[in-house]
């Protein structure tokens, strides 16, 4: 009679031991939102001019680095390891931007040297540049169309960043042609769309942050996955997770 006790303990051990431990990871999505709305909220309230701000956005620069950039992109990693593939693609990508943005702008990458004449950007540098915003926008336009059975929130988000970088690009293009009371509407119209992105993004920040202390409010994000079928294997995985 002991022996199969002992032979009963010992096999609920092994039985156990090959089962896999359910790992405790965090959310990796405030930090990216947390990232995107110190560095775009007043990147975009420079763009539009606010208090004289310089709309070039160099002040900025940190911020892309440091924040939009760093923490977007590992937030876009750990997304990855939670087999999260749109969070993943979207973070890195928008993380990638600012990382390529503040390079842009900072001298010791040598971007504009070449496109300098007596100090002053040559009209090239402006023609080329745009389209950088140009095709940034068509892959938030993707990420858009995604987010279609995801939730309204996204929604607005990528959309709003959808008209963004093509405005952006245009006011390069513009400023290249010597318009420059047109580029300035153009780089004000874009900062404007930039900044209800960060509204969108704020929203979806604080609502992360209540859930994850526990808070009994939730904020509405205006859920979409019943609203457009999905496929069964996009059915299975959203049950998984």
């Not at 199969?4 to 990796?28: S, V, Y």
């Not at 999505?29 to 909220?41: E, M, N, R, S, Y």
């Not at 900025?60 to 693609?89: R, W």
């Not at 389209?131 to 990528?158: E, P, Q, S, W």
């Amino acid at each position: 009679m002991g022996n199969d006790e002992e032979f009963e303990k010992l096999a609920t051990i092994l039985r156990q031991a090959q089962q896999p431990r359910k790992k405790n990871w965090g959310d990796p999505t405030p930090l990216a939102l947390a990232g995107l709305v110190i560095t775009l909220t007043p990147l975009s309230c420079q763009l539009m001019g606010w208090r004289g701000a310089d709309p070039t956005g160099l002040a900025n620069n940190g911020a892309d680095f440091f924040l939009g950039g760093l923490l977007v992109f590992l937030s876009g990693i750990f997304e990855f390891f939670l087999g999260k593939t749109f969070a993943s693609v979207a973070y890195c990508s928008l993380g990638g931007f600012f990382l390529a943005l503040g390079a842009t702008m900072t001298p010791g990458f040598s971007t504009e040297g070449p496109y300098l004449r007596s100090g002053v950007l040559g009209a090239d540098f402006y023609a080329s540049f745009g389209f950088f915003y140009l095709f940034t926008g068509v892959l938030t336009f993707v990420f858009f169309i995604c987010a279609l059975r995801l939730n309204i929130c996204l929604v607005i988000l990528f959309l709003s960043y959808s008209i963004a970088f093509p405005l952006l690009a245009a006011a390069e293009w513009t400023h290249a042609e010597g318009r420059m009371d047109l580029s300035h509407r153009l780089t004000v119209a874009g900062g404007a769309s930039c900044f209800v992105v960060t509204m969108c993004a704020w929203w979806a920040l604080i609502g992360c942050l209540l859930q994850s202390v526990g808070w009994s409010l939730v904020l509405p994000m205006g859920d979409l996955s019943h609203i457009i079928p999905g496929s069964t294997k996009q059915e299975d995985m959203e049950k998984q997770e």
